[in-house]
């Protein structure tokens, strides 16, 4: 996401650090301490401007979010929406995760979403995709029982690679589309038509197909 120059991004990010985790590694296998309650966690690995998981914690008070993006002029404009949300099931991880291992126990999240991931086109930097086989296994490790991952990309090249790296890691594939939001489209899941990101309405915007890929460990 590109980086725009923000005029005192300090002080925003400051005044708005409530809805920021400090050392999330410290919470790995207790972070239902930080929500103070029992109710499921999902994470968006890199959230962008928030988009997608504020409107999921708005209409899921009863499950908790937790959105990771490691741009901080790009993370601030999440950390606005979950201020004008109000709620307490939104925090946020301000840092690029390189593997969820370090932050989450086993069985400590219900879901995992990567929404239009950066594609890393070229080959030599497969390893560096959020769906790279060791880092599918690497999120479902940290699944309980049922949990998912859900997959969005505009990309062509990522969706393929992804398709055969959830193959590698043995992933059952719950529902699969090349195309999230044509009308003939029927998907069972309406959230992952309905709750769209930034980057998503960008691309919709222009009549590009969105792929989008449900998987289970
Ligand atoms: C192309 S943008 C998409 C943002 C958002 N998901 C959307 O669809 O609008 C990808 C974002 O993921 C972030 N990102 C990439 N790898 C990450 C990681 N390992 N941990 C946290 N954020 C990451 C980048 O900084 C970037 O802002």
Same mark, same amino acid.
């Given at each position: 996401?590109?980086?725009?120059r923000?005029? +005192?991004?300090? %002080?925003k990010l400051?005044?708005?650090s409530?809805?920021?985790? %400090?050392n999330? &590694? $410290?919470?790995?296998? #207790?972070?239902? &301490?930080?929500? /103070? *309650?029992d +109710?499921p966690?999902y994470l968006e690995l /890199? ?9 999921h ?6 499950? +908790?979010?937790? /959105?990771?993006?490691?741009q ?7 950390? %606005?929406?979950?201020?004008a949300l109000? @709620? ?5 991880i ?5 593997d ?7 069985? %400590?999240?219900? @879901?995992?979403?990567? *929404?239009? $991931?950066d ?6 930097h497969?390893? #560096? #995709? ?15 029982e049922? @949990?998912?991952?859900e997959?969005?990309?505009? *990309? &062509?090249?990522?969706?393929e690679?992804?398709?055969e &790296? ?5 992933l059952r594939t719950?529902e699969m589309?090349?195309d999230?939001?044509?009308?003939e489209t029927?998907?069972? +899941?309406?959230?992952a #038509?309905d709750?769209?990101?930034e ?6 915007g222009?009549?590009? *197909? ?6 289970? @460990?």
């Open positions: 996401m590109r980086q725009r923000v005029k +005192n991004l300090d %002080e400051t005044a708005l409530s809805h920021v985790i %400090e999330p &590694e $410290s919470y790995r296998g #207790r972070w239902r &301490e930080v929500f /103070g *309650n +109710n966690i /890199g959230c962008g401007k928030g988009k997608f998981i504020s409107t914690a708005a209409k899921y008070p009863k499950r +908790n979010f937790i /959105g990771a993006e490691g901080p002029t790009v993370i601030l404009r999440a950390l %606005e929406k979950a201020e109000g @709620g307490n099931n939104l925090f946020f301000c840092g690029f995760i390189r969820v291992r370090a932050y989450f126990a086993p069985g %400590e999240l219900a @879901g995992v979403y990567l *929404n239009f $991931s594609p890393w086109p070229k080959s030599k497969g390893r #560096r #995709r959020l769906t790279y086989h060791e880092k599918l296994t690497a999120y479902t490790e940290v699944m309980r049922g @949990g998912f991952i997959i969005k990309t505009d *990309n &062509e090249g990522l969706f690679f992804t398709l &790296e959830i193959e590698a890691a043995a719950i589309t090349r999230l939001h044509a009308e029927v998907i069972e +899941n309406l959230d #038509r709750i769209t990101t980057y998503e309405d960008k691309f919709v222009t009549g590009k *197909n969105i792929n989008y890929v449900k998987v289970q @460990g």
